[in-house]
């Protein structure tokens, strides 16, 4: 069988299941979450790894080498956020073909570097090989707040479903980019932003983990398969009400019929969804300065699956999920 026939998260989970747990072990959360977690005597350690290849994630028709620094942290720093910790390291590794312009290299240590800054995050060390075409590999290693952590498998019936933000932006900028789509100077910078320079939401991970938030994930892959993530590692369902996912006006006005659909599968937003019973749910949003949106509810039924609601509380058939490599 091959990987394509597969898939990308049946390969990890077969990955998972050959490396198993050594028995006398310090790792508290293996793979299958935002960060692997081990305790040290200082704390909770966490760390996490992301890979972006050229002509798969990226093509540098549609990106410069300061936005694609940028993003390819920002990626790993926000698998450190959905966990409520605090980034602190950072390896890079780059495969570099021989024609690479050394200053497209400076642009895009600069766009790592600004990002860095804002999240007082240091760039320890790295490699560099040649390679047939340009790869950025970013590992971030963090540590839990508090000796809290916000996991994927910690969500319980009874939970509301909330998300920081609007989800469907950096799809949409996307679209325009590959699109080649004509809008306002405002609305293109807007959207342009929103895919190339996301924003990790690490202060509010941190302020959703010291408040009493147990499960969280960010949204890279899109919202049904992120939260199908957390639905299966926690072993429930989920019902979204499909007029409640937040969706930025302009994406509305200018993708009005794709809005939803970039909302619910564009992915790369990076926002955190979050679940947790109504009373905390309450008392973030009054302490989160970042808009934080109620959009269902976690079930005891259909345990593993997501399902849409409209306003009269039917189901949706969308047969579309997030993303996923491997993909046939």
Same mark, same amino acid.
């Given at each position: ?5 597969? $898939? ?11 490396? #198993? ?6 790792? *508290? ?6 960060? /692997? ?22 093509? !540098? ?10 993003? =390819? ?8 956020? +959905?966990? $409520? ?9 780059? #495969? ?40 950025? =590999?970013?590992? @971030? ?20 479903? +909330? ?41 509010? #991970?941190?302020?959703? @983990? ?29 019902? *979204? ?5 937040? *969706? ?31 009373? *905390? ?11 934080? /949106?109620?959009? $269902? ?11 849409? !609601? ?19």
């Amino acid at each position: 069988m091959r990987v394509s026939e597969l $898939g990308e998260f049946e390969l990890i989970d077969m990955i998972s299941k050959l490396i #198993g747990k050594p028995a006398k072990d310090k790792t *508290i959360l293996g793979i299958g979450d935002d960060s /692997t977690a081990w305790r040290t005597d200082t704390g909770i350690e966490l760390a996490t790894i992301d890979t972006l290849v050229e002509n798969v994630h990226f093509t !540098l028709d549609t990106i410069t080498y300061h936005e694609l620094g940028w993003k =390819s942290l920002a990626a790993n720093v926000s698998d450190i956020a +959905a966990m $409520g910790g605090i980034p602190l390291y950072a390896l890079i590794s780059l #495969g570099l073909p021989g024609t690479t312009d050394v200053d497209d290299i400076k642009k895009l240590y600069e766009g790592m570097i600004e990002l860095t800054n804002r999240h007082n995050v240091t760039i320890a060390g790295g490699d560099v090989v040649k390679a047939p075409q340009l790869t950025i =590999s970013v590992s @971030v290693t963090g540590k839990a707040t508090d000796d809290k952590m916000l996991t994927r498998s910690a969500a319980r019936p009874g939970d509301i479903i +909330a998300v920081t933000g609007n989800l469907g932006t950096s799809a949409a900028g996307l679209k325009m980019l590959i699109g080649k789509l004509k809008f306002s100077e405002e609305t293109t910078s807007l959207l342009r932003k929103a895919h190339q320079q996301p924003q990790p939401r690490v202060a509010e #991970g941190q302020m959703l @983990v010291q408040n009493g938030v147990k499960a969280a994930i960010d949204l890279s892959d899109g919202l049904i398969g992120d939260l199908g993530h957390i639905c299966r590692m926690s072993r429930v369902g989920a019902n *979204i009400d499909i007029d409640k996912v937040p *969706i930025n006006p302009i994406v509305k006005d200018h993708f009005a019929n794709k809005a939803l659909e970039l909302a619910l599968v564009g992915g790369e937003d990076y926002e955190l969804l979050f679940t947790a019973k109504p009373d *905390i749910i309450d008392k973030v949003r009054e302490l989160i300065a970042t808009p934080i /949106t109620v959009i $269902g509810e976690i079930t005891r039924e259909h345990a593993g699956k997501v399902l849409l !609601l409209d306003a009269n509380g039917n189901t949706i058939d969308f047969q579309k999920e997030g993303f996923n490599h491997f993909s046939r």
